[in-house]
């Protein structure tokens, strides 16, 4: 396996990571009153002040850069980082982290059947028994035959959250090299704090801040220690690392290995909300384990000229006529 490779698949283990943490960090601040709206907008917009000063000294004379990916970072700041965490933390509201997660990680599925559209080639058999045994996993390590009630509008939102994060994967993939990791992710958190700002002044995605303690694993914490795990490992860490995975990795394998956020996040909520696993679920995490190894098996075994140049790592697609392609 070549060195990129590995690194890729650390990168996307770390950004899964990052990311599960989010839902039982912000479900503490959602459980005090804050608003998902609120929520986003302290995470976006703390984490686009984190990045602002690297962003800056990183565009020294490159200003031209953001002129040349303007459309793209609108497109992702707006779709990838402010829709998609506002309808991730509205569903979280009203399901479970679990539930909320399984709707959300539809998305490799999304990726697999946009790249058949886009290349008019349908998935080997490899690609689709990995995607099965990588669903039939996350339907384990949720555990939905517990009492789990669905909520229509919740269940949209979780939609809603998948359809934008599949945009992610896609986007951090096909990203030119001429628009660094950290200048994406900075100028995209920068986009996307605009986004809820305008959101919530028109009254589409309100905020509601409370200050007073969370319950964080049996014991009371101050309401900024969330607020900083959100901003700094959860959103900064988070999506700067999952955009190096993408690009080392291409869209569909970097959202495979992401899939594993679902074990992370519940391994989260076992340290933080003291939910201990059951055996069904280590199953399930065993099940998306091996479905990423098959889709990854099946991306080594075909050769570079017939790979499919939608989803390969480093390479922009010659007409971006779609915007977000």
């Given at each position: ?240 690392t999952g955009i190096l995975a993408a690009r080392g990795l291409g869209s569909k394998v970097a959202s495979f290995v992401g899939l594993t956020e679902v074990m992370f996040a519940v391994l989260a909520s076992w340290l933080i909300l003291r939910e201990l696993p059951s055996a069904i679920q280590l199953l399930g995490g065993a099940l998306i384990v091996g479905g990423v190894i098959l889709v990854r098996i099946d991306e080594l075994r075909r050769m ?22």
């Open positions: 396996m070549r060195s990129g490779t590995v690194t890729g698949l650390w990168f996307a283990l770390l950004s899964a990571a990052s990311f599960g943490v989010s839902g039982p960090f912000a479900k503490s601040l959602l459980e005090i009153g804050w608003s998902p709206g609120a929520a986003v907008g302290v995470r976006i917009g703390g984490a686009a002040l984190v990045l602002a000063v690297p962003v800056i000294i990183g565009l020294r004379g490159r200003w031209g850069t953001l002129r040349r990916n303007g459309l793209t970072l609108i497109i992702y700041g707006a779709t990838a980082i402010a829709l998609c965490q506002f309808f991730y933390f509205s569903a979280v509201q009203r399901m479970s982290v679990g539930v909320s997660l399984l709707l959300e990680y539809l998305a490799p599925v999304l990726i697999v059947g946009w790249l058949w559209v886009r290349s008019r080639r349908a998935p080997s058999r490899l690609t689709v028994s990995g995607s099965a045994a990588a669903m039939l996993g996350l339907l384990l390590v949720l555990d939905l035959t517990g009492d789990q009630r669905l909520d229509p509008v919740g269940v949209l939102f979780g939609l809603g959250a998948a359809v934008c994060l599949a945009v992610f994967f896609v986007m951090s993939a096909k990203a030119d090299d001429d628009l660094p990791p950290l200048i994406m992710a900075g100028g995209g958190m920068m986009v996307g704090a605009l986004t809820i700002l305008v959101l919530g002044l028109v009254g589409v995605m309100p905020f509601a801040f409370t200050f007073q303690d969370v319950t964080l694993a049996g014991r009371q914490a101050h309401w900024l220690v969330p607020v900083l795990v959100l901003v700094i490992i959860a959103t900064v860490l988070a999506y700067f570079p000229d017939a790979a499919d140049p939608l989803d390969q790592p480093n390479v922009v697609e010659p007409v971006p006529t779609t915007g977000a392609g």
